[in-house]
């Protein structure tokens, strides 16, 4: 192999050139990348950009030797050549890592998106004491968005369709423990609340009513952004479609070695029997070693399929919330650990935090939230990895470490 290129210059696609180089391959790697930033991470734009205590989340990599075209957008695939704004690529290598594009609503009002560090500095400058900040979506970025924006004292309404937060992630039973936290931030919550469109005035609600609005925030979640590759006979399915290596498939053409990584890759879950796609910072992170391993047809058995167990974090009015694994199964049973409804301590001290766990009829963990409980996660990950169970009764009580329990088996 003489030349790979990586479509795409976000997390994803900069690990991929860092673990090609790792493994030795000493080819040509071209990265293209559709903003003028090289690779940075996205997290913090929601947290540490937004409340300006960083303003900058480029990544350390080395990326010596790899040539970088930034600004540059990948407009078309022909097996063996990337189209792109710039002319063409040739390659006989492909990673694709062109990552989600957030949705927004039809209409024409002034609205904004989380996703690039353009967007969180445009968002910041907006952010002022009384502004009329209309944010849609209770999900993670729009909880995270009304903390700071509440802090800084805008007047903020989170406007959900469904019943509780977090919902698609959580269920409605555990999503509805956030409920409080938005009313103590100060920030009004409107459930089951459905918006048609956004005009120049605010947001247009089902039914008409109009939510005044000096500036809007559209959290609804993301697309994985692969329309570039309509047509290029790669399988695509809500991402692309590859194995549980990560290698992509041409359908009824020839075509080089592809893998696909990050938040576009919908990669069949050995684990879990069905395709994934997780937009996940830790997805982002980890699968980048395996796609480039495929790549370069190394032989590593079992090491080099990508079986996580999915793993997202999120920061939100003054908790760290974790979550790992897959929640909603049905048949499942919710098991809370510690009490949700408990209140803060009045003298400031730390909270003990409460976590749920999901578990299988056959008693294995399936799924982990933790509030404020990060040791609860660190084992929960670690037993989850390994497919095990512990007793559901004692899980409750947080007076045994997960760690203990977990050891108990
Ligand atoms: C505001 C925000 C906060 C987040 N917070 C968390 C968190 O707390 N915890 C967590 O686990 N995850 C979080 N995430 C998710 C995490 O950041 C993503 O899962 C991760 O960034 C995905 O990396 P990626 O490289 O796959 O995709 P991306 O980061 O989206 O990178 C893809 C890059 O490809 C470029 N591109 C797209 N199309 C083309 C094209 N045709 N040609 C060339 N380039 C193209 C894009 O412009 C982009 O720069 C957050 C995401 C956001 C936006």
Redesign the pocket.
């Known amino acids: 192999m003489r030349r790979i290129v990586i479509?795409?210059?976000?997390?994803?696609?900069?690990r991929t050139a860092v673990e090609l180089r790792r493994r030795g391959f000493t080819g040509e790697i071209t990265m293209?990348?559709?903003?003028a930033?090289r690779?940075y991470?996205?997290?913090?734009?929601?947290?540490a950009v937004l409340t300006g205590r960083i303003d900058d989340t480029t990544l350390p990599f080395d990326l010596d030797g790899v040539e970088v075209l930034t600004g540059?957008?990948?407009?078309a695939l022909r097996p063996g050549t990337v189209e792109?704004d710039a002319g063409p690529l040739e390659h006989d290598g492909l990673v694709i890592?062109?990552?989600?594009?957030?949705v927004t609503l039809p209409g024409d009002g002034p609205v904004r998106v989380?996703?690039?560090i353009d967007?969180?500095h445009g968002l910041r400058s907006a952010l002022r004491p009384g502004l009329r900040l209309v944010i849609v979506g209770a999900g993670?970025?729009g909880a995270?968005v009304a903390t700071t924006a509440a802090a800084i004292g805008a007047e903020v309404t989170v406007v959900e369709a469904a019943d509780s937060p977090l919902r698609a992630a959580l269920g409605p039973v555990v999503g509805a423990r956030t409920i409080a936290w938005y009313a103590r931030a100060g920030v009004t919550l409107r459930l089951g609340t459905a918006v048609e469109r956004t005009t120049a005035d605010g947001l247009v609600l089902a039914g008409g009513e109009v939510l005044p609005a000096d500036e809007i925030l559209i959290g609804i979640g993301?697309r994985p952004?692969v329309?570039?590759l309509a047509g290029s006979g790669l399988a695509l399915e809500r991402g692309v479609v590859a194995d549980e290596r990560l290698a992509a498939s041409w359908e009824g053409v020839d075509g080089p070695p592809v893998v696909a990584?990050?938040?576009?890759?919908a990669w069949w879950s050995r684990r879990y029997g069905r395709r994934l796609r997780?937009?996940?910072?830790?997805?982002?992170q980890q699968s980048p070693s395996v796609g480039a391993a495929t790549l370069l047809g190394g032989d590593e058995g079992d090491a080099a399929v990508y079986d996580p167990v999915p793993?997202?974090?999120?920061?939100q009015f003054g908790w760290m919330v974790q979550f790992a694994g897959m929640s909603g199964v049905e048949g499942d049973a919710l098991v809370w650990r510690g009490d949700p409804d408990a209140p803060r301590p009045a003298d400031g001290s730390r909270p003990v935090g409460w976590s749920a766990g999901w578990f299988a009829p056959d008693g294995h963990l399936r799924g982990m939230v933790t509030v404020g409980r990060p040791m609860d996660m660190v084992a929960a990950r670690r037993l989850m990895m390994a497919g095990g169970g512990i007793d559901p009764t004692r899980f409750a009580d947080v007076a045994v470490t997960m760690k203990e329990l977990v050891a108990a088996g």
């Open positions: 479509a795409g210059a976000g997390m994803a696609g900069g293209v990348g559709a903003e930033h690779p991470d996205r997290p913090p734009l929601s947290k540059r957008r990948a407009t792109t890592a062109t990552g989600a594009d957030p989380l996703r690039t967007d969180a993670w970025i995270e993301a952004s329309g570039w990584v990050g938040d576009c890759a997780v937009e996940h910072w830790d997805t982002a793993y997202f974090w999120s920061e």
